[in-house]
Every structure is written in C-alpha cells, then in structure tokens.
Nanobody, 121 residues
Framework: QVQLVESGGGLVQPGGSLRLSCAASGIIFRFNTVGWYRQAPGAQRELVATITSSSRTNYADSVKGRFTISRDNAKNTVYLEMNNLDPEDTAVYYC???????????????WGQGTQVTVSS
C-alpha cells in the first residue's frame, strides 16, 4: 500500500525558510513524477511544484525563485525548500505522485495528512 508522509512544516516569520519532506513507502519514488500541493483555508488545493523521474522541475508562478523541489532517490524522499516565505504561503502542504497529461499534472489518489505551514509575525 502506498503511503506518503509529509513533514517539516511549522510557524515561521515572513522572510524565513522551511524545508518540507515527503517520504514514501510502498512505492519506488524514483520512477515517479512527484508534486507538492498546498491548500489554504477556504481555498482549493493548488499545485506548487513538480519534479519528474529525470529531475525536471516545474513551479507555480507564485513560488518561482523562492521554492526549490528536489529528490533523494536513495531515501525515497522528495523535498520542498521554501525561502523568503510570505503570509500568503500559509497553507497545508501535501505531496503526491502523478502524471502529466500534456501540460496538466494529474495527481494520484493516495494523499498524505499534509504538513501545516504558517507564515506570521
């Protein structure tokens, strides 16, 4: 059974940094495209970044230049390094595997519990 566990969230001041981790079991991550999503209160879940099996990355415009997605295949883990955080980045962050259909990334059905990121002074 596929299990995804997100961690690394917390409370950080504006301008601060966090690194999120997405650890997988029941699946070999290196063969998969993985995406990080976030969902703010009252908002829809939005795609933040993706990384393919060949480590090609893609980012939402709102996080370009501030967030970096990476993977450690030996640890079966994908990371999201977040810098220069803004209160608008406050959300629960989730990871998931998925596939690109053209330019659209479609996530799988195995969502983890997410990790809360709160950016506030």
């Amino acid at each position: 059974q596929v299990q995804l566990v997100e961690s690394g969230g917390g409370l950080v001041q504006p301008g601060g940094s966090l690194r999120l981790s997405c650890a997988a079991s029941g699946i070999i991550f290196r063969f998969n495209t993985v995406g990080w999503y976030r969902q703010a209160p009252g908002a829809q879940r939005e795609l933040v970044a993706t990384i393919t099996s060949s480590s090609r990355t893609n980012y939402a415009d709102s996080v370009k230049g501030r967030f970096t997605i990476s993977r450690d295949n030996a640890k079966n883990t994908v990371y999201l390094e977040m810098n220069n955080l803004d209160p608008e980045d406050t959300a629960v962050y989730y990871c998931n595997t998925g596939v690109y259909l053209g330019t659209s990334f479609r996530p799988g059905t195995n969502w983890g519990q997410g990790t809360q990121v709160t950016v506030s002074s």
